[in-house]
């Protein structure tokens, strides 16, 4: 078992930068691809970012955050981080990480098996 907890969500205006947190317990961290996801109102799951298990080995980036976001991770300390920058009121979502046991990168919902309760950004135009 994982269990992730994330932070760092909050309010900012658009232009604005946040940086998430993802914090790991549980079995080796390190052996897991991580990634995160969004879901706004009204709205499926989406996939944001990933990043593999080797740490700064492959990551990949949907095209709506690429340039603005950076995923990064430190197996050392059980965490994955998201830099959001040049936020946009379209970027307002719960955002949940998500741990996979693979090899690579994952970056669709059922390729993962673990996930965390999400928190919450929100950005004013």
């Known amino acids: 078992q994982v269990r992730l907890v994330e932070s760092g969500g909050g309010l900012v205006q658009a232009g604005g930068s946040l940086r998430l947190s993802c914090a790991a317990s549980?079995?080796?961290?390190?052996?897991?691809?991580t990634g995160w996801f969004r879901q706004a109102p009204g709205k499926e799951r989406e996939f944001v970012a990933a990043?593999?298990?080797?740490?700064?080995?492959?990551?990949y980036y949907a095209d709506s955050v690429k340039g603005r976001f950076t995923i990064s991770r430190d197996n050392a300390k059980n965490t994955v981080l998201l830099q959001m920058n040049s936020l946009k009121p379209e970027d307002t979502a719960v955002y949940c990480c998500?741990?996979?046991?693979?090899?690579?990168?994952?970056?669709?919902?059922?390729?993962?098996?673990?996930w965390g309760q999400g928190t919450q950004v929100t950005v004013s135009s």
């Open positions: 998500a741990a996979a046991l693979k090899e690579g990168i994952a970056t669709r919902t059922y390729e993962y098996d673990y």
């Open positions: 990043i593999s298990w080797r740490a700064g080995t492959h990551t």
């Open positions: 549980g079995r080796t961290f390190s052996s897991y691809a």
